[in-house]
């Protein structure tokens, strides 16, 4: 098992920043490959930003490379997501998820409301 807890999100001006982090606990985690996800209210969760467990390998969703950044920790557990030139449409409910090497994932955190005002 590995629990996951979200903390940085809040309301940001447009054009602001913001740094999501994850902290994980439970089994060793670098070896889990680390995603951060996204919901807006009333759409699907979509994907956002992964990286693999050594941090070799990263990959964004077109909407938003350039402006975000995915980053680990292995000698924290902790996983980060900075955030630069916040639109509005960057609004929603971020989750950090985990999974072992070669399968999906498997462990999600509970959440971190993201609020970027016009």
């Known amino acids: 098992q590995v629990q996951l807890v979200e903390s940085g999100g809040g309301l940001v001006q447009a054009g602001g920043s913001l740094r999501l982090s994850c902290a994980a606990s439970?089994?060793?985690?670098?070896?889990?490959?680390m995603g951060w996800f996204r919901q807006a209210p009333g759409k699907e969760r979509e994907f956002v930003a992964r990286?693999?467990?050594?941090?070799?390998?990263?990959y964004y969703t077109d909407s938003v490379k350039g402006r975000f950044t995915i980053s680990r920790d292995n000698a924290k557990n902790t996983v980060y997501l900075q955030m630069n030139s916040l639109k509005p449409e960057d609004t929603a409910v971020y989750y950090c998820?985990?999974?072992?090497?070669?399968?999906?994932?498997?462990?999600w955190g509970q959440g971190t409301q993201v609020t970027v005002s016009s």
């Open positions: 439970g089994r060793p985690f670098s070896t889990y490959n």
């Open positions: 998820a985990a999974g072992p090497i070669g399968s999906e994932y498997q462990y």
């Open positions: 990286i693999s467990w050594s941090g070799s390998s990263t």
